[in-house]
Every structure is written in C-alpha cells, then in structure tokens.
C-alpha cells in the first residue's frame, strides 16, 4: 500500500493506495499514529485509491480515533469506493467516523 501525505491550511491530507490489510497495516498504524503523537490533531484519510480494507486495517483506524479522541484532535474520511463503504457500513463505523463524499467536503468540516 502506498500512502501520499499532503497538508491544507494546517490539516494532514493521508491518500492510501493499495490494499490496508494484515500485510500493510503494521506500517501503516506507524504512519498514522506517529503523526498523532508527534502533535498533528486534523487528519483526514482520502479513500479514493484505496482498494480494499480488511478488519486489520479497521482495527488501525479504531486505534487512530482513540487516540485523537484523547488529544481532542478529529478524523475525517473521504471518497470511499461503494464496496469500501459497505464494510464501513456493515462494521458500524459510518455511525462515529465523519465520511464525506469529497476531500473538499472533509476539509469543510474542519
């Protein structure tokens, strides 16, 4: 999985590409949660190139939202593909976690 990081107006952009599974999750959760613990309290995950995530990579981004809950930081995501919003759907996760149609949309809520 490839993971491209921009920032926009002091929010941290995160594009995944690939697959976030048991093989990319481990690297992943270093990404996202060093980014936490080094201050960054506005994240948003843009799912446009993202292929497929297993409940391990679930599992990174339940991690992620604890520990931004605990600094009062916030989570956005974005650009789910259907099948991705499905497992987001049927794991409950569209019922704590801001999805957005656009990364515009996202940055908006900020």
Do not use: W
């Not at 481990?26 to 080094?38: A, N, P, R, T």
């Not at 996760?93 to 900020?110: D, G, K, M, Q």
Request: charged share 30%; proline share 1%; net charge neutral.
């Amino acid at each position: 999985m490839e993971v491209a990081q921009t920032q926009k107006e002091g929010i941290v952009i995160l594009g995944l590409k690939g697959r976030l599974d048991s093989n990319t999750s481990d690297d992943f959760e270093k990404k996202l949660l060093g980014l936490i613990l080094s201050g960054e309290t506005r994240l948003v995950l843009d799912f446009k190139d993202l292929d497929y995530i297993s409940s391990a990579g679930l599992r990174v981004l339940l991690k992620a939202a604890k520990e931004l809950k605990r600094n009062n930081g916030r989570l956005a995501f974005c650009s789910l593909k259907d099948y991705i919003r499905e497992i987001f759907e049927l794991s409950g996760f569209v019922t704590f976690f801001p999805i957005h149609s656009t990364l515009e949309e996202s940055l908006a809520t900020f």
